[in-house]
């Protein structure tokens, strides 16, 4: 039972002190949901009527949530698509040899990871108005793609970065002692082990795309998820708990998939490394928000 | 070339976005602390809870928590925090909403600076007599602090831009000056330049200075 | 092996992301491209009464008038393309001709005539606040110093409550409606301020029969004109078409239509160039 050594295999008296301590916590939880049930239920927030739209038919679901839904998907994965390759670039830039290559690129990533991803988004939003002949359909979405993808690039040149220097040292040396060019070295021996080492972290960047989206939808007019929100719950009579309520649980559901698929992908990658070392779990790289909490 | 700032508050706004990142700091290392003992800890119930809570909070956008702060705490259970003004209480509810987040990353930070900390410290502690909180906080803790200095500054430097999602519930920081300058000013680019110096000279020296501290209270092994 | 396996694994999941892209924008196509003929209007997507998105489509005063003007301009109802148009987003909408004419909630000012020209007036609305049905303490505008009065993110009435006739009232601001409506409906929030016709067409939703009542202060003239870009000549043959929709009685019809429920005593029909000040 007690497989953590930060505590002692527990006794009886432990064990009952233990009961007290969960007997408690329960209480404490049990009387602060039961508040807020209470509390919900008496301003009517838990009426059936509220809620109907999203158990009974599916009109809700295809007028409102599901073409949100869409723009999330498309926003999280257009940015991901364009992100992965700038990234990759600059990440190996970020290694190069020569100053006038590094020195640049680590000005570039290193800006963009200190700026809010929402910065970037109302510039990118003011640009495609003022600068260009985007549609007004469009510049949601592009301004929505730009923020994302100067963000999450700038992280993602830091993992590839980290997964190539994970890398031992000695595959750069055999391909050197046979003879490779530095740019042969790198596509053909560093790059293709880096990406597989690489893949779980990449993964947990995607949730962090996905969050941000909602950005879009909350300040810029992006129609996505969280933004189907507003004519939602003014057509079914402000239901606004309940549908901010079932837009939460549908972030949580996407987001926990794809966070389990990439801690599935780490350990399958941990087992089965058997020549080349390193693996770059979610949360090891650093850099702000990267896997970690961006918005 | 700068009179298009004139009439604006950038520098009270820029204070604000100062004031929640360090208020929601505080209040998301102290929580995230305590959710990292829970996980760690002997009881059944708390590990459960404090997992569950890390993996719903750090799913849901930070957006989705600081909007529902105010309709759902502020406008349906009508939690004031003590004030009667909207300001006052959007502030505080910003303030809220990015412990609630801000904590589920520095629980995860923290677990992991627990586990680079060597077994026979525990074991030792243990074979003292201590008990778990003595072994949490007296040995365990101490040492685990100075090995997430790094990824706690990450957390730091991200809860700092997080801040300008307060934007949304109407927090007059730095994201909702810039937006409101951007649909009356002409100069997009100063603008935004302007913003992203501002953030740029916030969590540069954040990252440089702990950094640095990080390096300086290492454990060397 | 097993690493080739979890590349291959993930190909496939980002080989079925791009995919998903790719019928993403290919439904996009046809409508955006606008092929043969179409006509871009922008309403509001969530104001029941004027103009909100449905399941079954759009419905509202705003939609309807634009339907009728649509009509008179040789367009049928599906050959148009309705497009949100936020209050920030409708002079910059026009200027770019991303929409041919706006109809949603759009006042006719000064400071907006600069920027874009008005058909109309069609409807005179006038600023208002939306009270609990048993909420008896509200009775002039200057009862609302120390309530607490809800308007969405940057619109004109809550400054103009906070300038001239209220200064104490303590404002929130949400960006949309439904949100204050749930403050209210829990007494977070006394009163939410906007124009009658707004205001009215929330009210008389089914969810909140008998829960709202309308103050009845009449506190500016807010007259609803339909937005053109600078210059166009669509300016005309809208007023001409409006002009037409009072006299042939479907003005009356769809203001029946959508405010009869609400019990809202709407003014007359405008006469065009007739703005209230």
Same mark, same amino acid.
């Given at each position: ?79 991901? *698509?364009?992100?992965? #390759? ?63 993808? *100067? ?40 790059? #293709? ?21 909602? *950005? ?7 129609? +996505? ?43 399958? *990658? ?26 | %070339? ?220 | ?53 449905? #399941? ?34 409708? +002079? ?28 109309? #007036? ?96 009449? %506190? ?22 409006? +002009? ?22 709407? +003014? ?10």
């Amino acid at each position: 039972m007690s497989s953590s050594v930060l505590y002692d295999a527990q006794g009886p008296r432990a064990k009952r002190r233990n009961v007290v301590y969960t007997v408690v916590f329960v209480l404490a939880l049990a009387a602060l949901l039961w508040w807020v049930y209470r509390s919900l239920s008496d301003k009517g927030q838990l009426d059936w009527e509220k809620w109907k739209p999203f158990f009974s038919g599916s009109e809700a679901w295809t007028t409102y949530i599901l073409p949100g839904l869409k723009n999330t998907l498309i926003a999280a994965a257009v940015s991901m *698509l364009i992100a992965l #390759p700038l990234g990759a670039v600059f990440g190996i830039a970020r290694l190069s040899d020569h100053v006038w290559v590094r020195v640049p690129a680590a000005v570039v990533v290193e800006f963009f990871r200190a700026i809010p991803v929402l910065i970037l988004m109302i510039f990118g939003n003011a640009l495609f108005s003022q600068y260009t002949s985007v549609s007004s359909d469009d510049r949601p979405l592009y301004a929505v793609v730009t923020g994302l993808v *100067l963000y999450n690039a700038s992280v993602l040149a830091e993992i590839v970065r980290a997964g190539i220097l994970a890398l031992p040292k000695g595959q750069t040396e055999a391909a050197q002692a046979i003879g490779l060019r530095k740019t042969q070295t790198m596509t053909s021996i560093l790059l #293709p082990q880096a990406v597989t080492a690489m893949l779980p972290a990449i993964v947990s960047q995607l949730v962090v795309i996905v969050k941000d989206t909602a *950005l879009g939808g909350a300040i810029l007019t992006f129609p +996505e998820l969280l933004a189907a929100v507003s004519p939602m719950s003014s057509y079914y009579g402000a239901n606004t708990i309940a549908s901010f309520t079932i837009v939460a649980l549908i972030f949580v559901v996407l987001n926990f998939s794809l966070t389990s698929f990439a801690s599935w992908l780490e350990r399958r *990658l941990r087992r089965g490394k058997k020549s080349t070392g390193a693996v770059l779990a979610p949360a090891a790289v650093g850099g702000p928000g990267s896997a970690g909490p961006a918005a | %070339m700068f009179d298009f700032l004139s009439g604006y508050d950038l520098l009270g706004a820029f204070w604000v976005t100062v004031q929640l990142t360090l208020l929601a700091a505080v209040g998301s290392l102290v929580w995230g602390t305590l959710l990292a003992a829970m996980r760690v800890g002997p009881v059944p119930l708390m590990r459960g809870f404090g997992t569950a809570y890390v993996n719903i909070v750090r799913n849901v956008p930070l957006t989705v928590i600081i909007l529902f702060t105010s309709l759902g705490l502020n406008q349906t259970l009508n939690i004031k925090l003590g004030a009667e003004n909207f300001d006052t209480i959007n502030f505080r509810l910003a303030v809220l909403g990015l412990i609630a987040y801000t904590s589920a990353f520095v629980c995860e930070a923290i677990r992991s600076g627990i586990n680079t900390v060597p077994v026979g410290q525990a074991e030792a502690a243990r074979a003292l007599g201590l008990s778990f909180t003595q072994v949490l906080t007296l040995v365990v803790l101490p040492q685990a602090f100075r090995s997430v200095v790094g990824p706690l500054t990450n957390v730091l430097i991200a809860l700092t831009k997080n801040t300008t999602v307060a934007a949304a519930i109407g927090v007059a920081e730095a994201a909702l000056l810039m937006k409101k300058m951007i649909e009356n000013e002409a100069e997009l680019l100063l603008i935004s330049a302007v913003f992203a110096f501002g953030f740029v000279v916030l969590t540069l020296p954040t990252g440089l200075i702990l950094g640095w501290v990080g390096k300086k209270v290492a454990v060397k092994r | 092996m097993k690493l080739r396996k979890v590349t291959a694994a993930s190909a496939v999941v980002l080989a079925l992301a791009v995919s998903a892209t790719a019928c993403g924008s290919n439904d996009k196509d046809p409508g955006s491209s606008g092929g043969g003929k179409k006509i871009a209007i922008g309403i509001k997507f969530d104001q029941p009464g004027l103009g909100q998105k449905t #399941p079954q489509g759009y419905s509202g005063f705003d939609v309807d008038v634009a339907k009728y003007v649509a009509k008179k301009l040789g367009y049928n109802e599906d050959q148009i393309e309705w497009k949100e148009s936020k209050s920030a987003d409708r +002079e910059t909408m026009l200027q770019r001709g991303d929409v041919q004419f706006i109809a949603a909630t759009y006042s006719i000012t000064p400071e907006r005539e600069k920027k874009v020209d008005f058909a109309g #007036p069609y409807l005179l609305a006038h600023q208002d606040v939306l009270l609990r049905a048993d909420d008896d303490s509200i009775k002039s505008p200057a009862d609302l110093n120390n309530k607490k009065l809800c308007s969405v993110t940057g619109s004109t009435s809550a400054q103009n409550v906070k300038d001239k006739l209220a200064p104490k009232a303590n404002l929130q601001q949400y960006p949309t409606y439904s949100a204050c409506l749930t403050g209210l409906q829990n007494k977070a929030i006394d009163a939410l301020t906007t124009d009658d016709s707004i205001l009215a067409g929330y009210a008389s939703q089914a969810q909140f029969k008998g829960k709202f009542k309308l103050g009845g202060f009449k %506190m500016t003239n807010e007259n609803y004109g339909i937005g053109v870009k600078k210059g166009s000549d669509l300016k005309a043959k809208i007023n001409k078409a409006l +002009e037409d929709m009072v006299a042939d009685g479907s003005w009356d019809k769809a203001v029946k239509a959508n405010f009869g429920p609400a019990n809202y005593q709407n +003014e007359p029909a405008p006469k065009i160039g007739d703005i209230k000040s």
